[in-house]
């Protein structure tokens, strides 16, 4: 059972474009999301996150929105970087914050 | 650089045998996880320590386990490996491993298993 879902395995866009990664979950028990990006060879990295009494949080390039009732999380890239091509990971805790449950990963590419 | 580093990097096995996984964490972090990521799937959370204290655990199978040493590394131990077993395995770290506390996810290591 995929509590944490990414239906696009990929995304393409063009260098200077936004990029928007999706994400939909359905334990309404979780309370905090991050997003992880990966590049090969590498572990994850962090990238942003969101708690779950706030519907945005922005650092910089990024920007996540959390829509709790459509239990929908977004991230927005903008400007794209032909350095953003990475793997980028969804991810949920509950309340405690001991399990971290991910997505399976939107592949993007950011093309110069 | 995350800091936490894991060894071996590779490994290839043969199915029934014994492997271990090694992992240090950040200095100062006391937290370890381990996930596991199988081919073109997400991370799964097999199991966080803390202090050397299991705390949480997930989808791990009997055939594996872990422990967290006084020193604060953590190895992982997976036995009669099955074919299914071959995967990438990640540890991460963090300070006190709650809500909204950052992980620090290793380089992973590479389990073939033939």
């Known amino acids: 059972d995929q509590q944490v879902k990414q239906n696009s395995p990929s995304l393409s866009v063009q260098e200077g474009r936004i990029s928007i990664l999706n994400c939909d979950y359905t334990?309404?028990?979780?309370?905090?999301f991050l997003w992880y990006k990966k590049y090969p060879a590498e572990g994850p990295t962090f990238l942003i996150s969101?708690?779950?009494?706030?519907d945005k949080n922005e650092d910089g390039r990024f920007t996540v929105f959390l829509n709790k009732s459509a239990k929908h999380l977004s991230l927005h890239i903008v400007p794209s970087q032909p350095g953003d091509s990475a793997v980028y990971f969804c991810?949920?805790?509950?309340?405690?914050?001991?399990?971290?449950?991910f997505g399976a990963g939107t592949r993007l590419f950011v093309k110069a | 650089d995350s800091g936490v580093t894991q060894t071996p990097k590779h490994l290839i096995t043969a199915t029934g045998q014994r492997v271990t996984l090694r992992c240090s964490p950040r200095?100062?972090?006391?937290?370890v996880y381990w996930y596991q990521q199988s081919l073109d799937q997400g991370l799964q959370f097999l199991i966080q320590?803390?202090?050397?204290?299991?705390?949480a655990k997930g989808n791990i199978l009997e055939r594996f386990s872990a422990q967290q040493f006084p020193d604060l590394h953590s190895e992982l131990n997976l036995s009669s490996l099955e074919l299914g077993d071959s995967a990438l395995y990640f540890c991460?770290?963090?300070?006190?491993?709650?809500?909204?506390?950052?992980?620090?996810f290793g380089p992973g290591t590479r389990l073939t298993v033939l």
């Open positions: 991460a770290s963090s300070v006190v491993g709650g809500l909204e506390d950052t992980q620090y």
């Open positions: 334990n309404s028990m979780f309370d905090y």
């Open positions: 969101i708690s779950s009494i706030k």
């Open positions: 991810a949920a805790m509950d309340t405690g914050g001991f399990k971290t449950i």
């Open positions: 200095s100062g972090d006391l937290s």
């Open positions: 320590y803390y202090n050397g204290e299991e705390r």
